[in-house]
């Protein structure tokens, strides 16, 4: 539709309406009464055209404008959306960064530094899993110290936890092939690296109550009256490798007993074991002077895996 406002009054007086005229002319006065009625009438036709092509141009305005308001919505939609995506995704990333945290400037190093273990004790720690006390040991640390390359930090492997399977680094996965098992540690270093063992569950994390229980667990065992006996610091080192490792095995299926509680029988059956297996070692190496291949005691009383 063309807009109507410029459009101009026919000519009624030309050549081209006088059959108009002249069919009217018979109810009206005159001819310019005939012409004047052609014009009004046109007149108020054109006005009306005009006027619903102006009502026609509002609706269209509205709806034009109704339309671009709803596009803009869509576009300031889509922009939040985006923005709030590359925010998600920026915060995804920052979790990722790795994080380094603000130091103390007033404080020194202290004067004494724990040796550091191997990955492997420390993954177990993490699992509250069974692990050798010689790993905490200063020749253990030593040992972590001289295996342990960058190379071998980045490799990964894959381990299971809990049905789980999880990609460590393989420095994590290997046990020393130089480990000693604790009832073949030398009681000194049995005794002193405990405390180590010791700081280390609770670097990680372990529960208040398991740590305490432990700690009980050794001091009993330190100030234990077998430890007078003739081969009571054997005996003692057996009880604690054996019991800790079964409290391990305990703590998995949900049947862990009280490790601080020391059970004086099960000391009393290990120290006649230990007895028995030094006689049959002196009797063995009696009954066999020229063997070279005589066993040490350690060797006899040692649980192995």
Known sequence: MVDPSNEACPDFASEFFRPIREALLPT?????QVLDNLIQ????????RVDLWNADQREAAMLTAAAEEARLDREREAQRLLEVEVEKERLEVEKKKPKISDF??????????????????ILKLKNFEFVELWYFSPEGCKDAAKTSTSTMEDTFGI????????????????????VINDCDLPISDFFRV?????????????????????AEFFWHLENHPIRNRRHGDAVMLLYAHQVRRLWHDDLKRGTAFNISRINDNLMNTLNEDVVDQRRDDVLHKASHPSSSAIKKPTDIISFHK
């Open 28 to 32: 009206m006065e005159n001819e310019q």
């Open 194 to 214: 405990k405390n180590s063992f010791l700081v280390h569950i609770e670097r990680a994390s372990w529960p208040k109550k398991h740590i305490n229980a432990l």
């Open 104 to 121: 103390d400037d007033d404080v020194e190093v202290g004067d004494v530094i724990t040796p550091r273990p191997s990955q492997y004790a």
């Open 159 to 178: 381990s299971k936890v809990d049905d789980i399977l999880t990609m460590r680094p393989v420095a994590a996965l290997r046990q020393s092939c130089n």
């Open 41 to 48: 009438m046109w007149t108020a036709e054109h006005n009306q």
